[in-house]
């Protein structure tokens, strides 16, 4: 009865490390799989700025063509172009130093954490 205990034990242990070497190799592949497909991108003439969404499939962007800012109406079915846009009227123009929007939400959060435990 001991013995089969442990081997549940055994197998269960063997299933975890397993599933925990998956993630780990997945997490390594994915990271240079987006490295390897910004290196490709970088260096090009055009480049999107930002993006919002005006409607269900329907994007507005903010696109760097060159020097000029170029503004698109995005669907599933078309690109339209909308017009130019000076950049002295753009609010902030990320550039490839700039924290990633994902990285500063998530330190925004931490602070506000850091700041609730304070209060108690």
């Known amino acids: 009865m001991i ?3 442990a081997n549940a034990y055994a197998q269960l242990i063997t299933v975890l ?3 925990v070497v998956v993630l780990a190799i997945t997490a390594v592949v994915t990271k240079w799989l987006a490295n390897y497909q910004k290196s490709q ?3 090009r003439n055009i480049e999107v700025i930002e993006t919002t ?3 269900n499939n329907k994007w507005m962007q903010i696109v760097r063509v060159g020097n000029t800012y170029k503004v698109l109406a995005v669907s599933k ?3 339209t172009y909308l017009g130019d846009i ?3 009227e753009l609010k902030e123009i990320k550039t490839d130093g700039s924290k990633s929007a994902f990285k500063s939400m998530f330190e925004k959060a931490l602070k506000k954490d850091k700041n609730s435990s304070d209060d108690s």
């Open 86 to 88: 000076d950049p002295s």
């Open 41 to 43: 991108n970088a260096g």
């Open 3 to 5: 013995l089969l205990a």
């Open 53 to 55: 969404n005006i409607a």
């Open 17 to 19: 490390v397993i599933f």
């Open 77 to 79: 079915d078309s690109v």
